[in-house]
């Protein structure tokens, strides 16, 4: 078994995720916890780092460490300020901040990711495993681009191309659920289910493709009326208005894809990061589009090894020829 | 001065308006209460009745009594079936359901209007208000068409043409907008603001307008990511994403419109109902679609008279030439 060499923390806002690695990024141990970066009283970071990595530090003093997410935000540990677009790896690594814990360990906190416009986008924590899932097939990240979708609260979809992230969209997806599930009328009529009813799910995702040119707030208001004329039972309406959303953000996808001469119809280089629960959701609701080449890449730890390797922190990676 | 000839009720879920109207449907009196049917115990209507109407029934006892709204709902007073798309009024008028009151007066529930299809829609309410401007402008019902919005919680756009109901759109703008607001990180960074902020409004509309094409879920986040980055205060941000989903709306109003080689661009036949702040944002959004001619009709007493008139209610209205 090969040794550690390297502490990788992936802190978001609800929860703190933290591995073990050993030479090439390979996973030796893991460790989850609820304390996320929203989570914390004031001070609180370095209480929740030594109780989740303390024990590893204990047996082996030396480990660097790396952490990427909300950490650097400005209500993080320390703030990483933004890298902006196009942004490669190397672009990442000397934005890199430190801070030093009270055990005197240094954490490398990685930044996020700025791009500025009419629609300014900012990502923290999905830089990293974008880099990761490049790191996995570098392939990927040549001329002719890829499209990289994180699927979650805030789903970010990145378009990758010569090793850098070009430029991102923020679709929030998952909130905007959450928000009219739990806060309209839409939720007043709905109980939930244990199972996944894909056939609702798929409903909405084919709904949104073919008739939601006049936009989300024109079409959601079907989950209700589909349930007042008997074509929608209640434990089918929050899957239904789930494939719904997903539906217009991936219709909202191809538009700028087509916009550039391309579609997601038959995309090859359109990779999947996140949950495998949500990433099958996202997969099926592809295929409604025409993709049907979408594998997910798990691909948190090694963005991290990745960009440790990059500064130095530990050897690079061997490259399987 | 005129003798009340008609008492009117514009009865939703979460309001009461009841008019006491002379010939011709003139205003004689009006009273509003909060006795919504969602507000309302079991068996209160007919309470919330008498405290709003008994005063003027005491003084006429034999006044006829129209309602139109969710008071004719599976929840309401007495359930008056949907009406299906495309809805006049003698189909409405023929769809009334009465409900005797406990005083003894029989009061007239005006249907609402159902349109079938893979996106169903439903209004109650509305429809009356849709006759109410036909009833003031008989040329809009003519056969080259008009489209009539009602914004609001769950605004309506109504396809008119020969005098009938043709089909309809609900936007779930306001509720989504609240529950954005309200329950989503968006709310986070806002501060409420006493006055309207035009300027933050209208930049929301234009970008939906011209950035809006990846659809809503991909817009939103700027609110929060144009505050980030200093070009939006806490207080402009609650105008800046009212504009944006008014934009939203509009976008996908100009779409469906679009493909019926029509546009907003310059359309002569649109009107708005509702309350004066609401249709002021909607008619500055319009002009930002190049619409500039969406003057305001006051429709609810107008339409409940029209009904009852053509109902026999009350003798038809004296049309000026």
């Not at 090694?302 to 020829?321: D, E, K, S, T």
């Amino acid at each position: 078994m090969s040794s550690p060499v390297l502490i990788a923390l992936d802190w978001g806002t609800t929860s703190l995720r933290a591995y073990l690695l050993g030479d090439d990024g390979v996973g030796l141990d893991a460790r989850a916890s609820s304390a996320g970066v929203m989570k914390l009283p004031a001070g609180g970071f370095d209480q929740a780092f030594e109780e989740t990595c303390g024990a590893w530090l204990d047996a082996h003093p030396r480990l660097p460490v790396v952490a990427a997410g909300m950490v650097g935000s400005a209500q993080g540990w320390v703030e990483a300020p933004y890298v902006e677009t196009s942004a490669g790896a190397e672009a990442l690594v000397a934005g890199i901040v430190t801070v030093k814990t009270a055990r005197g360990v240094a954490v490398h906190v990685v930044p996020g990711v700025l791009e500025r416009g009419a629609l300014p986008n900012v990502m923290r924590g999905e830089e990293t495993q974008i880099f990761g899932a490049l790191a996995s097939e570098p392939s990927l990240g040549a001329s002719g681009g890829a499209l990289i979708g994180l699927p979650g609260t805030h789903a970010k979809w990145a378009f990758v191309g010569n090793g850098r992230i070009e430029r991102f969209y923020t679709f929030m997806t998952g909130e905007t659920f959450g928000a009219l599930r739990d806060h309209t009328i839409l939720g007043r009529t709905m109980h939930p289910s244990a199972t996944h009813d894909e056939a609702a799910f798929l409903r909405g995702v084919d709904t949104a493709r073919d008739a939601g040119h006049a936009g989300l707030l024109a079409t959601i208001f079907s989950t209700r009326t589909l349930s007042l004329t008997g074509q929608l039972t209640a434990e089918q309406q929050p899957d239904y208005l789930s494939g719904l959303l997903i539906g217009h953000e991936l219709r909202g996808l191809n538009e700028v894809l087509v916009r550039e001469r391309s579609a997601l119809a038959g995309k090859k280089t359109l990779r999947l990061i996140g949950n495998d629960a949500l990433c099958d959701r996202y997969r099926a609701a592809l295929a409604r589009f025409g993709c049907h080449d979408a594998p997910t890449a798990h691909a948190t730890e090694r963005g991290l090894y990745r960009i440790a390797a990059q500064a130095g922190l530990v050897a690079a990676p061997v490259r399987a020829a």
